[in-house]
């Protein structure tokens, strides 16, 4: 069983800055893939940031050059650092472990708004 807790959303100004952390427990396997998703009101879920065993990363195309996913493997804690953010990354922000079919974080809510 996996347990994931996710910490760091609130309100921000449109072109700020927030970084979220998400703590794995349990048993967690650094060869896993772990990453975070978001979900905008009447929105499907949509793949955020994901990294891989050896810290390959891969992003969504509409946070490309701003957002930074990376993951200490010693503390199973993945962050997400998110620079210019926009009102269009408003959304609850999940975080995951083992792909789509894994386990999911009760998510943590990021408001971008002036």
């Known amino acids: 069983q996996v347990q994931l807790v996710e910490s760091g959303g609130g309100l921000v100004q449109p072109g700020g800055s927030l970084r979220l952390s998400c703590a794995a427990s349990?048993?967690?396997?650094?060869?896993?893939?772990m990453g975070w998703y978001r979900q905008a009101p009447g929105k499907q879920r949509e793949l955020v940031a994901i990294?891989?065993?050896?810290?390959?990363?891969n992003y969504g195309d509409s946070v490309k050059g701003r957002f930074t996913i990376s993951r200490d493997y010693a503390k199973n804690t993945v962050y997400l650092q998110m620079n210019s953010l926009k009102p269009e990354d408003t959304a609850v922000y999940y975080c995951?472990?083992?792909?789509?079919?894994?386990?999911w974080g009760q998510g943590t809510q990021v408001t971008v708004s002036s």
């Open positions: 990294i891989h065993s050896g810290s390959i990363t």
């Open positions: 349990g048993t967690i396997f650094s060869f896993y893939v």
């Open positions: 995951n472990y083992e792909g789509w079919n894994g386990y």
